[in-house]
């Protein structure tokens, strides 16, 4: 079992930046695939990041070059560091953890963090 909590959401002008924390409990989180989802009002949940186990990474289309990904496995924590905000990037923003098992997969979410970007 995975347990995830995101930080650091808020109110941002636009422009501003922001950086998202995911602290993970549990075993094993350097062997999870690790993404960034976001969903806004009215709005389907949209795919903004993934990084492997390995480290490597992957964005959306909409953020690439503003947005970055990352992690340390030795505090069990998912980052993204968000540059350059727009309007159209407020949104609930959440944190999944997946992985791989025999006979299935292991899928894990956290609670959400509100971004606002707005003057």
């Known amino acids: 079992q995975v347990q995830l909590v995101e930080s650091g959401g808020g109110l941002v002008q636009p422009g501003g930046s922001l950086r998202l924390s995911c602290a993970a409990s549990?075993?094993?989180?350097?062997?999870?695939?690790m993404r960034w989802y976001r969903q806004a009002p009215g709005k389907q949940r949209d795919l903004v990041a993934t990084?492997?186990?390995?480290?490597?990474?992957v964005y959306g289309d909409s953020v690439k070059g503003r947005f970055t990904i990352s992690r340390d496995n030795t505090k069990n924590t998912l980052y993204l560091q968000m540059n350059s905000l727009k309007p159209e990037d407020t949104a609930v923003y959440y944190c999944?953890?997946?992985?791989?098992?025999?006979?299935?997969?292991?899928?894990?979410w956290g609670q959400g963090t509100q971004v606002t970007v707005s003057s």
């Open positions: 999944n953890a997946w992985r791989r098992i025999v006979g299935g997969v292991l899928d894990y």
């Open positions: 549990g075993r094993f989180f350097s062997d999870y695939f």
């Open positions: 990084i492997t186990s390995g480290g490597n990474t």
